[in-house]
C-alpha cells in the first residue's frame, strides 16, 4: 500500500528512544523528512536519525518553554519548506517514579501539576503552532499518543492519565475545527504497556499482568505501535479522524 507519504514533512517528538524512535523510523522508511525531537538524549536522537539517513533533521525540543513550539516548526519549515504531520509523542512521567501507596491528595502543588501542565500544555502549544501551516495547504495529520492509563487507571497515575485524557477532549474537538478548512484529520493512538528499550525494568516488574489480560496473551512491541501511528498520520488514512484508537494488544 502506498501511504503517499513521500516528500512530505513529519514531525516526531520524544523520538530519541522507545515507541518515538519507532515511529520515527517507520514514518522515514515511507520516503517522508523526519524531524526528530529530543530534551535530553542529543546522541539518542542522533543515532535515530541515523537509522533514517539524509531525510532525518534532530531538534532540541522541551516541552516546558512556551517558546519551544514555534521554533521547532519555524526549524521544520525553514529545512523543507512545510509540515505536513504531527506526532506528539513526547512526554513526562515526572520527577519521581508512579507511588500507587501514595494518596493522591497527598502529591505536592508543585508535582502534580508540573505533570499534568506539562504532558497538555506540551501537545496542544506544538498543535497550535503547526495548525496554521496545515490550514494554508489544506492537508495535515496530527496524532496525539496518549496511554491506556486514561481510561484503565492505575493508581499513583492520576494526574498522568487526567493528561492524557485532555489530549482526547482536545482532539476530538479540534477535528471538527480542521476538517472544515481541508484534508486535517487528527487522532488519539493509546498504547498500553508497550515494551521498548527503554522500559525492560517496568516490562520485567509487571509485564506478566499486563499479558495475562489480552487475548494475544504478550505486549506488544514499539513497532507494533509504530505501525498504526504511521497510518493515521498518512494520505492514506482518508476518513479516520476525532477517534481514541487503542493499540494494546485487544487488553
Known amino acids: 500500500m502506498d501511504l503517499g507519504l513521500d516528500g512530505r514533512t513529519v514531525i516526531v517528538t520524544g523520538a530519541s528512544g522507545g515507541i518515538g524512535r519507532h515511529i520515527a523510523r517507520a514514518f522515514g522508511a515511507e520516503g517522508a523528512h523526519v524531524v526528530l525531537t529530543y530534551r535530553d538524549s542529543r546522541h539518542e536522537a542522533d543515532q535515530a536519525a541515523k537509522e533514517i539517513g539524509d531525510r532525518a533533521l534532530v531538534v532540541r525540543y522541551d516541552m516546558a518553554d512556551a517558546d519551544a513550539p514555534g521554533a521547532l516548526v519555524q526549524a521544520a519549515q525553514e529545512w523543507t519548506g512545510r509540515v505536513d504531520v504531527l506526532v506528539n509523542n513526547a512526554v513526562y512521567w515526572g520527577d519521581e517514579a508512579p507511588q500507587p501507596d501514595l494518596p493522591f491528595e497527598d502529591v505536592p502543588d508543585e508535582a502534580w501539576l508540573r505533570v499534568f501542565r506539562l504532558n497538555t500544555e506540551g501537545a496542544l502549544r506544538l498543535s497550535r503552532a503547526v495548525a496554521p501551516r496545515m490550514r494554508e495547504r489544506r492537508w495535515g495529520r496530527i496524532v496525539h499518543i496518549s496511554s491506556s492509563i486514561a481510561t484503565d487507571g492505575m493508581a499513583g497515575g492520576e494526574y498522568y492519565g487526567a493528561a492524557k485524557a485532555a489530549l482526547h ?83
Not at 180 to 195: E, F, K, S, Y
Not at 228 to 243: D, R
Open 169 to 251: 477532549g482536545f482532539s476530538r474537538s479540534s477535528a471538527f475545527s480542521l476538517g472544515a478548512h481541508g484534508d486535517i484529520l487528527t487522532n488519539v493512538v493509546m498504547p498500553g504497556l508497550t515494551r521498548t528499550d527503554t522500559n525492560t525494568h517496568i516490562v520485567d516488574a509487571v509485564g506478566d499482568q499486563y499479558s495475562a489480560v489480552a487475548p494475544i496473551g504478550r505486549l506488544l512491541d514499539a513497532s507494533e505501535v509504530a505501525g498504526p501511528v504511521v497510518y493515521l498520520g498518512s494520505a492514506a488514512n482518508s476518513g479516520i479522524t476525532g477517534q481514541v484508537i487503542s493499540v494494546t494488544g485487544g487488553a
